[in-house]
């Protein structure tokens, strides 16, 4: 397929368009939260457990906090995180990953026990113990960085997973066999020849692992392990819906529909990029 | 044969000792000694107990040795002691274990009952009105957070209707099937999707579209065309999803065991967690890596065995 072709179909897959539109709105309600009138750490005894109104577009808190503004500066911090550990997670995966697939050797046989190692431990059971430990140089950085960390921790994994098998494949291809005989070096031909070769994968694993990444902060932030309050998130929000379970249901409901939301939005993402970037797939 | 299962024991061996390394920089890594740790808001340490601490952890002596110590009590069995309650990890494991299985296993068997005849319809007819409901609603499922919908149910289902039990274990009178109705559903929901879509795959490819019109020319029935082409032939890979099923399930019994207030492996994992008890902490991460492990081995042992190309190979 041409690249016109391919330009043109990227807007036509159904996935990449929900996606895209689903993050782009979220995206929006995070950049406006300050815009909005209301404060989300202003506690105001008077107007407790309020359902939604004009004034409270989607409720008041057990504190009489607007939830409207909690869940837009949730977002804040769902989406950093996400990015945040999509980010580090590519920043370790790849040089490992890359280096193991296109060295071999022994380099390949760390990297390889390394992977299997952290990949046995559920990311989620390894986050919990990473937090609960948590080491001095980790208690003081800001929440998000830190849960972005711990989470990195796992999130290598797929990325060095993929490009190894990716490098070892290309490792012995023409690509690089022509590169070499036009007098490139090892550095430039990874660089320069593979590593354009091997992206557009990457970002079909970087947008799945930032789904994993937003769902993970909510259950560590839910089970108070996470980002701490008072700072909002959506996570933190559902906590506190728990303890009003027998009134409030928009306590429940809105924090956990924009959890889904940002979810389904980077599965989508992910999907829908796999199927663009997939020459064989069939459903654009 | 028993060559290769032998190195995929071996690698598994290896593997673990990895994740022991791991759980040995952890310890590393937590601040303060076990010692304060132990004392932390509670009565101080006899004497005795000390000194027992003090040799269970090795603190007198170099790393090298505190890890080989601490990988030779491991392998005789010995997890240590709870720095809360004092009483061996294995014991406060034993208790909490059946729970944990129980639900594991009625959300498995749930899983597995929705997701492969769904699978199977959807192979029957890939691309259909079936196919594509399917395909559209269980990544839905898939993206709806596990404590989220465990909040919405109870709120329906325990507070509104009040038909089932909010939480626990039957304090109330009310057997345990009944108040494992939510747990095991919201245990089992999302894996529908990575299920139903993988047994239609793999179904589709061990049942070409010539084979299913041959024998559908030939008078068989929808399911025994399933039965005896697609199930003998995608059976191996089902057992695949092993490797797979285990660690999200683990994942899961943490969080659902929270919110339904279950004394099982989950909740003691997550106390564990909040009171900083390091010997019950690394026991279950342990736990769990191994029971992940022991999935995928079992997972390239059955596929090797069953599958004469892989067997040969």
């Given at each position: 397929?041409?690249?016109?072709?391919?330009?043109?179909?990227?807007?036509?897959?159904?996935?990449?368009?929900?996606?895209?539109?689903?993050?782009?709105?979220?995206?929006?309600?995070?950049?406006?939260?300050?815009?909005?009138?209301?404060?989300?750490?202003?506690?105001?005894?008077?107007?407790?457990?309020?359902?939604?109104?004009?004034?409270?577009?989607?409720?008041?808190?057990?504190?009489?906090?607007?939830?409207?503004?909690?869940?837009?500066?949730?977002?804040?911090?769902?989406?950093?995180?996400?990015?945040?550990?999509?980010?580090?997670?590519?920043?370790?995966?790849?040089?490992?990953?890359?280096?193991?697939?296109?060295?071999?050797?022994?380099?390949?046989?760390?990297?390889?026990?390394?992977?299997?190692?952290?990949?046995?431990?559920?990311?989620?059971?390894?986050?919990?113990?990473?937090?609960?430990?948590?080491?001095?140089?980790?208690?003081?950085?800001?929440?998000?960085?830190?849960?972005?960390?711990?989470?990195?921790?796992?999130?290598?994994?797929?990325?060095?997973?993929?490009?190894?098998?990716?490098?070892?494949?290309?490792?012995?291809?023409?690509?690089?066999?022509?590169?070499?005989?036009?007098?490139?070096?090892?550095?430039?031909?990874?660089?320069?020849?593979?590593?354009?070769?091997?992206?557009?994968?990457?970002?079909?694993?970087?947008?799945?692992?930032?789904a994993a990444?937003?769902m993970?902060?909510?259950?560590?932030?839910?089970?108070?392990?996470?980002?701490?309050?008072?700072?909002?998130?959506?996570?933190?929000?559902?906590?506190?819906?728990?303890?009003?379970?027998?009134?409030?249901?928009?306590?429940?409901?809105?924090?956990?529909?924009?959890?889904f939301?940002?979810v389904w939005?980077?599965n989508q993402?992910?999907e829908?990029?796999?199927?663009?970037?997939?020459?064989?797939?069939?459903?654009? | 044969?028993?060559?290769?299962?032998?190195?995929?024991?071996?690698?598994?061996?290896?593997?673990?000792?990895?994740?022991?390394?791991?759980?040995?920089?952890?310890?590393?890594?937590?601040?303060?000694?076990?010692?304060?740790?132990?004392?932390?808001?509670?009565?101080?340490?006899?004497?005795?107990?000390?000194?027992?601490?003090?040799?269970?952890?090795?603190?007198?002596?170099?790393?090298?040795?505190?890890?080989?110590?601490?990988?030779?009590?491991?392998?005789?069995?010995?997890?240590?002691?709870?720095?809360?309650?004092?009483?061996?990890?294995?014991?406060?494991?034993?208790?909490?274990?059946?729970?944990?299985?129980?639900?594991?296993?009625?959300?498995?068997?749930?899983?597995?009952?929705?997701?492969?005849?769904?699978?199977?319809?959807?192979?029957?007819?890939?691309?259909?009105?079936?196919?594509?409901?399917?395909a559209t609603w269980s990544y839905t499922l898939y993206a709806i957070p596990v404590?989220?919908a465990?909040?919405?149910?109870?709120?329906?289902?325990?507070?509104?209707?009040?038909?089932?039990?909010?939480?626990?274990?039957?304090?109330?009178?009310?057997?345990?099937?009944?108040?494992?109705?939510?747990?095991?559903?919201?245990?089992?929901y999302g894996g529908v999707a990575y299920v139903s879509r993988?047994?239609?795959?793999?179904?589709?490819?061990?049942?070409?579209?010539?084979?299913?019109?041959?024998?559908?020319?030939?008078?068989?029935?929808?399911?025994?065309?399933?039965?005896?082409?697609?199930?003998?032939?995608?059976?191996?890979?089902?057992?695949?999803?092993?490797?797979?099923?285990?660690?999200a399930?683990?994942?899961?019994?943490?969080?659902?065991?929270?919110?339904?207030?279950?004394?099982?492996?989950?909740?003691?994992?997550?106390?564990?967690?909040?009171?900083?008890?390091?010997?019950?902490?690394?026991?279950?991460?342990?736990?769990?890596?191994?029971?992940?492990?022991?999935?995928?081995?079992?997972?390239?042992?059955?596929?090797?065995?069953?599958?004469?190309?892989?067997?040969?190979?």
């Amino acid at each position: 397929m041409d690249n016109s072709n391919r330009r043109r179909s990227f807007l036509h897959n159904r996935s990449l368009r929900a996606g895209l539109l689903a993050l782009i709105l979220l995206s929006l309600f995070a950049a406006i939260a300050p815009a909005l009138s209301n404060d989300p750490y202003q506690v105001d005894l008077s107007v407790t457990l309020e359902p939604p109104s004009s004034s409270h577009l989607l409720g008041t808190d057990a504190l009489g906090r607007d939830v409207a503004a909690r869940i837009a500066y949730g977002a804040r911090v769902s989406l950093g995180v996400a990015l945040m550990t999509a980010l580090l997670s590519l920043l370790i995966g790849a040089p490992l990953g890359v280096a193991a697939g296109y060295r071999g050797g022994w380099i390949d046989a760390i990297v390889s026990r390394c992977i299997e190692s952290v990949a046995c431990i559920p990311t989620l059971l390894l986050a919990i113990s990473l937090l609960a430990v948590s080491p001095a140089s980790l208690r003081q950085l800001p929440d998000v960085l830190r849960v972005a960390i711990v989470l990195a921790f796992g999130g290598w994994i797929p990325v060095a997973r993929y490009l190894r098998g990716e490098f070892m494949r290309l490792r012995s291809s023409a690509l690089v066999e022509s590169a070499r005989a036009s007098g490139a070096g090892e550095w430039r031909i990874v660089v320069h020849h593979l590593l354009p070769a091997a992206m557009a994968p990457i970002w079909v694993t970087a947008a799945f692992a930032a789904a994993a990444a937003i769902m993970v902060e909510a259950v560590l932030s839910f089970l108070g392990l996470g980002v701490q309050p008072p700072q909002p998130t959506w996570g933190g929000l559902l906590s506190e819906a728990r303890e009003q379970i027998n009134s409030g249901w928009w306590l429940a409901l809105t924090p956990g529909l924009a959890l889904f939301l940002s979810v389904w939005g980077f599965n989508q993402l992910g999907e829908g990029l796999r199927q663009w970037q997939d020459p064989r797939s069939t459903r654009r | 044969m028993l060559r290769k299962i032998a190195y995929r024991f071996g690698t598994a061996a290896l593997t673990l000792i990895g994740v022991t390394a791991l759980m040995f920089v952890l310890i590393q890594l937590a601040p303060g000694s076990p010692i304060a740790d132990a004392e932390d808001g509670l009565t101080p340490l006899t004497e005795s107990e000390r000194i027992a601490l003090e040799r269970m952890w090795r603190l007198d002596q170099p790393l090298p040795t505190q890890y080989l110590g601490w990988l030779g009590d491991l392998a005789r069995g010995d997890l240590g002691n709870s720095i809360r309650d004092r009483r061996p990890v294995s014991e406060r494991i034993g208790e909490r274990l059946p729970l944990t299985l129980i639900l594991n296993g009625s959300a498995l068997l749930v899983l597995l009952l929705v997701a492969v005849p769904l699978g199977a319809a959807a192979a029957l007819q890939p691309n259909s009105r079936l196919d594509r409901w399917s395909a559209t609603w269980s990544y839905t499922l898939y993206a709806i957070p596990v404590f989220w919908a465990a909040l919405m149910l109870q709120r329906l289902f325990a507070v509104r209707l009040g038909w089932l039990p909010l939480s626990g274990t039957g304090s109330d009178g009310l057997p345990l099937i009944q108040h494992l109705v939510l747990p095991v559903s919201c245990l089992s929901y999302g894996g529908v999707a990575y299920v139903s879509r993988f047994v239609r795959a793999n179904l589709i490819e061990s049942t070409p579209p010539e084979a299913l019109r041959s024998a559908r020319a030939r008078g068989m029935t929808q399911l025994s065309i399933l039965y005896r082409h697609g199930f003998r032939l995608a059976a191996v890979p089902l057992l695949t999803l092993a490797g797979f099923l285990i660690p999200a399930m683990i994942a899961g019994s943490v969080v659902v065991e929270s919110v339904f207030q279950l004394p099982g492996l989950g909740t003691l994992f997550l106390d564990a967690a909040y009171q900083r008890d390091l010997p019950v902490l690394l026991a279950m991460t342990l736990l769990s890596g191994a029971a992940t492990l022991a999935g995928i081995a079992f997972s390239d042992i059955a596929y090797s065995l069953f599958d004469p190309r892989v067997r040969r190979g």
